[in-house]
């Protein structure tokens, strides 16, 4: 359990070390209320994404980031060029929370391919994993049980090194 007066005590000792000697009153209440809203975050217990929960209670999981919400999005709504090259996935960790989504509603999973298609048109690094996807997942899913990635790892890095050339 974290403390919230000795994190708001961390808080600003550090501010006093980059110079901040006197606060107001309404900058050491927005410490206070920031340390508040820290302690709740970590009090809060670990939600998984599994299999079938759907996607809004996946979105509420602690299994999301950007190239998986990315790929919702593209999935909902199309793809975004001005986002693509921020939301695609780049390491073992990102595509297991892309494979996630994929899980949590598996009757999305032909849409999410589709999608996937159309991702030539929208950034270079969602497009050569896309075109890889499938050989991409199976890696993940053979890995998956040791919890080490090295093959995906290797995989993608040849892949989106590809692109950057």
């Given at each position: 359990m974290i403390s919230q007066i000795q994190l708001c005590g961390a808080i600003m000792k550090h501010l006093d070390h980059q110079g901040v000697k006197t606060m107001l009153p309404r900058q050491v209440n927005a410490i206070a209320k920031a340390a508040t809203a820290i302690c709740a975050e970590f009090a809060k217990p670990?939600?998984?994404?599994?299999?079938?929960?759907?996607?809004?209670?996946?979105?509420?999981?602690?299994?999301?980031?950007?190239?998986?919400?990315?790929?919702?999005?593209?999935?909902?709504?199309?793809?975004?060029?001005?986002?693509?090259?921020?939301?695609y996935p780049r390491d073992p960790t990102d595509f297991g929370r892309c494979i996630g989504?994929?899980?949590?509603?598996?009757?999305?999973?032909?849409?999410?391919?589709?999608?996937?298609?159309?991702?030539?048109?929208?950034?270079?690094?969602?497009?050569?994993?896309?075109?890889?996807?499938?050989?991409?997942?199976?890696?993940?899913?053979?890995?998956?049980?040791?919890?080490?990635?090295?093959?995906?790892a290797a995989r993608m890095e040849q892949l989106l090194k590809g692109v950057s050339q």
């Amino acid at each position: 359990m974290i403390s919230q007066i000795q994190l708001c005590g961390a808080i600003m000792k550090h501010l006093d070390h980059q110079g901040v000697k006197t606060m107001l009153p309404r900058q050491v209440n927005a410490i206070a209320k920031a340390a508040t809203a820290i302690c709740a975050e970590f009090a809060k217990p670990y939600v998984p994404a599994t299999p079938g929960m759907g996607w809004d209670a996946w979105l509420n999981s602690d299994d999301t980031g950007t190239s998986s919400v990315y790929l919702l999005h593209a999935i909902k709504c199309g793809w975004d060029k001005s986002h693509a090259k921020f939301g695609y996935p780049r390491d073992p960790t990102d595509f297991g929370r892309c494979i996630g989504l994929i899980d949590a509603d598996p009757a999305y999973r032909a849409a999410m391919i589709a999608h996937m298609q159309d991702a030539d048109k929208h950034g270079r690094e969602w497009a050569a994993l896309a075109k890889h996807w499938d050989e991409l997942e199976a890696i993940y899913r053979e890995e998956l049980p040791s919890r080490q990635a090295p093959k995906l790892a290797a995989r993608m890095e040849q892949l989106l090194k590809g692109v950057s050339q």
